[in-house]
């Protein structure tokens, strides 16, 4: 067994903040001097991140890996799980497809990739002095338990302690925590070192008497109050609060379509941080209005995603903006749907063979085939963006074919065309477009062109250093608020490694 030391976080439901508590716990022991990776077993998310080696994983343990000042690697979410429909999923172990499943055959598949799980783990744990674990949902998912491969089962395999946190914003967190304590087995309470109360907000006195309480019929101690912390960080998937932003107020406004299957909505928290550029979601024609940028973003399901679009009169409001000289943008399935024609006439992509029309708005033809596009790319925007330097990568199925009226968005760094601009429409296959900060300037400089607005020369934001600084913020709060050398305790440790300069 290796020598790495553990600590897993687990929630009594998703959404409880497991994700961020384990960010913060990496860069807090990172600033302690351990060299830290994250770990998560299987992920559910639309959210993924093409590694340098050009495998799939969840950006959630990429971010707990920025947190940490590591290089994401695919061992820390070995299997990760992309809904496709209600009932259905493609599986990813290892950071390659393994195919689509339906839940039910997944649930009798998944006692079979434990082995995956623990080598990707072991490994991890021979290079690394601790392992951050999130588990996933709840661990008192009593249908559940028997084949559990994220919470207690793992940590049993693993031997973990554990922390359970609890989401006090929805309301209801004494009995979150109660209530899950009492449903686990007496093997699996013992694993729990300490409760965590997560999101508060308030006077901490007036929860003493709930604590104490708490901590007497749980027979467990409360080791941190976390404050709803007002950080920006990247977020998992579609509990996100950012896709209930509805409301831009600074003068530009930019609108997303906020698709079923929305996927990497992550690409756009740059444009957020932008001193002119409101972003808000969209899912009717009536809070679409009149917006200065559309944006079609990426989508685990391209087809079924393009007929909401049709049926719900999007398409037709979309095409109308595109008519009256709105920039339109699409980002991976957005700039898909964008073009003429979808032939998914072997059925990978929507279970069926068809071929749809595209919104017509760019001269392309995709054709959906098995072979997903996985890479990691550099490339330099062409007019009317031209000369910004973007750093980005591709995860798609499909090949997009240019007509020849269309020109290229970029041009990769081998010379490669990429991407499609006709006119005041734009698509490209580049996620993280927008993380340089070089195309939000121009993007801004054309918005602020088109409307008369004057444009404050500001230098780029690059998405790394408002991370670094987001990070540090979230390490602080967290930091204050738990009980650190219990924590270090329950792994074993004595403390920080160094002391912090």
Not at 8 to 20: D, E, H, P, R, W
Not at 72 to 79: L, S
Not at 98 to 115: D, Q, T, V
Not at 187 to 197: F, P, Y
């Amino acid at each position: 067994m290796s020598s790495a030391k553990c600590i897993m976080v687990q929630g009594t439901m998703s959404g409880a903040g497991k994700s961020l508590l384990c960010a913060a716990l990496c860069r807090i022991f990172a600033q302690d001097g351990y060299k830290t990776a994250p770990f998560k077993s299987q992920n559910m998310a639309l959210n993924s991140f093409v590694t340098r080696d050009g495998l799939e994983m969840g950006r959630a343990q990429v971010v707990q890996a920025q947190a940490a000042g590591v290089e994401p690697d695919v061992r820390m979410n070995p299997i990760l799980l992309k809904p496709s429909s209600d009932i259905g999923s493609q599986v990813i172990v290892n950071g390659e497809v393994r195919g689509n499943m339906p839940a039910k055959e997944y649930f009798r598949h998944k006692r079979a990739l434990i082995p995956d799980i623990l080598q990707a783990y072991n490994n991890l744990a021979e290079e690394f002095d601790i392992i951050v674990i999130e588990g996933a949902g709840s661990p008192a998912e009593i249908n559940l338990k028997a084949d559990d491969i994220v919470n207690m089962g793992l940590a049993k395999l693993v031997d973990a302690p554990v922390l359970l946190a609890g989401d006090i914003d929805r309301g209801g967190v004494f009995a979150q925590l109660y209530g899950t304590v009492e449903l686990l087995e007496p093997e699996e309470r013992a694993r729990i070192q300490g409760l965590v109360i997560n999101k508060f907000r308030g006077d901490v006195e007036i929860l003493r008497p709930g604590l104490s309480m708490l901590e007497e019929k749980t027979h467990l101690p409360v080791v941190g109050v976390v404050p709803y912390l007002k950080v920006d960080i990247e977020d998992e998937d579609s509990l996100s609060d950012r896709l209930q932003q509805k409301n831009a107020v600074k003068p530009l406004d930019v609108a997303i379509l906020r698709l079923p299957h929305i996927s990497n909505f992550t690409d756009f928290m740059p444009l957020e941080q932008h001193p002119l550029l409101g972003v808000r979601y969209v899912q009717t024609t009536r809070e679409l209005g009149a917006p200065d940028l559309m944006i079609l973003p990426g989508t685990k399901n391209t087809v079924d995603d393009l007929l909401w679009l049709r049926q719900s009169g999007l398409e037709a409001a979309v095409q109308k903006l595109a008519a009256g000289g709105t920039p339109v943008l699409g980002v991976c399935g957005g700039y898909q749907m964008l073009g003429e024609t979808l032939d998914d006439s072997t059925g990978t992509e929507s279970g069926h063979p068809q071929t749809l029309r595209g919104l017509g708005l760019l001269p392309t033809q995709t054709v959906f085939t098995n072979e997903k596009r996985r890479t990691q790319s550099t490339a330099t925007t062409a007019a009317p963006f031209a000369g910004a330097e973007l750093t980005g990568y591709e995860i798609h199925t499909g090949r997009t074919s240019i007509q020849e009226q269309g020109s290229p968005f970029c041009t990769l760094a081998d010379g490669t065309p990429e991407g499609c601009v006709q006119g005041n429409v734009f698509g490209t296959y580049l996620h993280g477009l927008f993380d340089s900060g070089e195309l939000t300037e121009r993007l801004a400089e054309l918005l602020c062109r088109r409307k008369g607005i004057a444009m404050e020369s500001a230098a780029p934001i690059t998405m790394q250093a408002y991370r670094e600084q987001q990070f540090d913020l979230l390490a602080d709060g967290v930091r204050q608020a738990l009980d650190m050398p219990a924590v270090y305790a329950a792994m074993g440790l004595t403390g920080p490694k160094e002391e912090r300069t």
